[in-house]
């Protein structure tokens, strides 16, 4: 898609957002890896994928940032696109990694059976693939009817991927805590309201006159989705891995002090003789 | 805003102090993650969190860093704009991200109640966001009226922030010990003094005939007051994190002494027999 000519106001609204992201996504990611150490084993897979997904999308955005800089040029008052191509696909190679690794995060921390966790997986990871792969033959194309029909196909995938999390999901959820479902009901609301946001960044184009305010919606909305779907959706199954790591702790802890706990003494006897 | 023409000592100064800055800025981050592992895990997040405020403000210091240098050619004895825009809104970036996570440290390192963190957390989150972000209209501006109308309105929050450390969180000081109320004491002088830096730069073009004393003044200050604010800030509340850890250690240890501790008893006969 060609750039379009963007005021100052408008070109450094994106270049500024481009850097938020690139701090947000390392940041978080940094703290994914730090505070790692404190979840208990069942559940640190989780988080660790999570830093994953921030650490990959902070290398797509460092590289977005720089094809922006380097795409215009200052002329008078106005920012004005110099030839050089602006590469849309960053963000797609970004999301076919990153979306799949977002349902594994999910699917880990809820701490399911194999069985349950394999078969969820495949068809979510499945999913997100095809939503990702179906929205950037629309996303290059400069034909408004091409750009709309695969944003309707793209749209399926998305469509099923909220039915699992919402129908059939809900039997993995009955066996969890109350605070770990209210979360578990933040984590799908998040999903929607951030994941909704792609399509509308998606179709701004279709509806707008202007192709500046399309080209900077597309990229202000595309950015933010990504912040609250990888940093925000992030801290929330930090969340849940945290609280139930202390659901397992002090599920673990009462032990000793009852008379069951044979073990440690005839060890000592041994030592003893 | 436009850049000033600025001498040699001018420029240097402010290239130096951003330097400078940037080595401030990462050092402590490498410290702060380093010596996280001697904070006990009920403290550990705060000291995390200060790793990244400080690590988030080494990013936005090495941006600005480079910004500086791209917006000025050497001209004979002068340093004259290039005509590059010199981005103003790194700080701010830097600012929306980091003051709130300043407010997450102290909240954290406290080791409050959940219901009392999170009430004290979204107020001053909300505040510290509002403070920045109303800083920002007034810091683009080059009508002096616009900066004094919007620096006014974000010191407005920072009141309520100066309000809540001081008035309302005496109530959960009274319950810490003497030493830790001495450097709880500290944080809140050191915000005072710091923060208190902040509108003292803002205003200062206001206040000066030279556009270039006004350019130097306003670097060279939101710098130092960022050293503070974040390092120095950072440094007591791992101070405070150490000896809430010492304590907990302490308040654990005698255990083992008193009689009331049966689980090592049975034990023991054990041993001599």
């Known amino acids: 898609m060609d750039l379009p000519i963007l005021s100052f106001t408008q070109y450094d609204l994106v270049f500024n957002v481009l850097s938020f992201t690139v701090a947000c996504m390392f940041a978080s990611a940094a703290f994914f890896i730090a505070a790692r150490n404190s979840i208990g084993e069942r559940y640190r897979l989780a988080v660790t994928i999570a830093a994953l997904a921030v650490g990959i999308a902070g290398y797509h955005y460092v590289m977005i940032f720089y094809n922006?800089?380097?795409?215009?040029?200052?002329?008078?008052?106005?920012?004005?696109?110099?030839?050089?191509?602006?590469?849309?696909?960053?963000?797609?190679?970004?999301?076919?990694?990153?979306?799949?690794?977002?349902?594994?995060?999910?699917?880990?921390?809820?701490?399911?059976?194999?069985?349950?966790?394999?078969?969820?997986?495949?068809?979510?990871?499945?999913?997100?693939?095809?939503?990702?792969?179906?929205?950037?033959?629309?996303?290059?194309?400069?034909?408004?009817?091409?750009?709309?029909?695969?944003?309707?196909?793209?749209?399926l995938p998305f469509l099923y991927i909220v039915y699992v999390l919402w129908f059939e999901m809900s039997g993995a959820l009955e066996r969890q805590s109350?605070?770990?479902?209210?979360?578990?009901?933040?984590?799908?609301?998040?999903?929607?309201?951030?994941?909704?946001?792609?399509?509308?960044?998606?179709?701004?184009?279709?509806?707008?006159?202007?192709?500046?305010?399309?080209?900077?919606?597309?990229?202000?909305?595309?950015?933010?989705?990504?912040?609250?779907?990888?940093?925000g959706y992030g801290i929330i199954i930090f969340s849940i891995a945290r609280l139930k790591t202390e659901a397992d702790r002090t599920a673990s802890r009462p032990r000793p002090k009852g008379p069951q706990v044979p073990t440690p003494g005839p060890v000592r006897p041994g030592v003893a003789r």
């Open 68 to 155: 922006w800089v380097a795409s215009y040029e200052l002329s008078g008052m106005v920012y004005v696109p110099n030839g050089h191509r602006f590469n849309d696909a960053y963000r797609y190679v970004d999301w076919i990694l990153t979306v799949p690794l977002l349902m594994v995060e999910l699917v880990a921390v809820l701490g399911l059976s194999k069985s349950e966790s394999r078969s969820l997986l495949t068809r979510l990871i499945i999913a997100a693939a095809l939503m990702t792969g179906l929205g950037y033959p629309g996303e290059i194309s400069s034909d408004n009817m091409v750009r709309f029909i695969f944003g309707v196909l793209g749209t």
């Open 178 to 231: 109350e605070r770990i479902r209210v979360l578990y009901r933040n984590i799908r609301l998040l999903t929607l309201a951030a994941w909704g946001f792609y399509p509308m960044a998606y179709m701004a184009p279709l509806f707008l006159t202007s192709s500046a305010s399309g080209e900077v919606i597309l990229q202000v909305g595309y950015s933010m989705a990504d912040i609250l779907a990888k940093c």
